[in-house]
T-cell receptor
Framework: GAGVSQSPSNKVTEKGKDVELRCDPI?????LYWYRQSLGQGLEFLIY????????KSGLPSDRFSAERTGGSVSTLTIQRTQQEDSAVYLC?????????????FGSGTQLSVL | GNSVTQMEGPVTLSEEAFLTINCTYT??????LFWYVQYPGEGLQLLLK?????DKGSNKGFEATYRKETTSFHLEKGSVQVSDSAVYFC????????????FGQGTELSVKP
């Protein structure tokens, strides 16, 4: 595709339910990143992938959060037993390679609302 | 650890005014520095970057100079337009941390006609 695609664009769920957020990076981009954008919290790093492996999971807020990437392409961020504090915009980005100085291309995000 | 601090917003300016948004960083290595911009209803996009000390990044009339001695990367524009209204994020990436971007809190800019 032309850019990073995220789905769904909006997700409303009930507290305690599981949700899956999907990211389709730009074709050929080996690095993929997940961020969370909350009101008043700025952009919070969650996890990144080089190919299918995740060298740095340090940003995942709790063990309810997990992510995987398959075929060096699509990634899924899963939040189990959602809580109200999980409400935020979840952003995915990709880059050609995993090295400093690389330009990241961002998707439009998934707005998650936990009621 | 690495971190980025930028001036709090919102910043409100009249059209053609001079803009400065301050950004300072803390890093253990030799990071690359970035400004990203988020226009209303749009995704984050790169505005400019600098990869080593004394480099100046520029784009769309915006400039920022990588100052290692003051650990700063302030964003400037000589004459802002209404269309510059957006949220601006300063960020760094450091080889020691795998190249991931660490962002500041963001500064909302509103330009009035």
């Amino acid at each position: 595709g032309a850019g990073v695609s995220q789905s769904p664009s909006n997700k409303v769920t009930e507290k305690g339910k599981d949700v899956e957020l999907r990211c389709d990076p730009i074709s050929g981009h080996t690095a993929l990143y997940w961020y969370r954008q909350s009101l008043g919290q700025g952009l919070e790093f969650l996890i990144y992938f080089q190919g299918n492996s995740a060298p740095d999971k340090s940003g995942l807020p709790s063990d309810r959060f997990s992510a995987e990437r398959t075929g060096g392409s699509v990634s899924t961020l899963t939040i189990q037993r959602t809580q109200q504090e999980d409400s935020a915009v979840y952003l995915c980005a990709s880059s050609l390679a995993l090295r400093t100085g690389q330009k990241l291309f961002f998707g439009s995000g998934t707005q998650l609302s936990v009621l | 650890g690495n971190s980025v601090t930028q001036m709090e917003g919102p910043v409100t300016l009249s059209e053609e005014a001079f803009l400065t948004i301050n950004c300072t960083y803390t890093a253990t290595g030799y990071p690359s520095l970035f400004w990203y911009v988020q226009y209303p209803g749009e995704g984050l996009q790169l505005l400019l970057k600098a990869t080593k000390a004394d480099d100046k990044g520029s784009n769309k009339g915006f400039e920022a100079t990588y100052r290692k001695e003051t650990t700063s990367f302030h964003l400037e524009k000589g004459s802002v337009q209404v269309s510059d209204s957006a949220v601006y994020f300063c960020a760094l990436s450091d080889y020691n941390q795998g190249g991931k971007l660490i962002f500041g809190q963001g500064t909302e800019l509103s330009v009035k006609p």
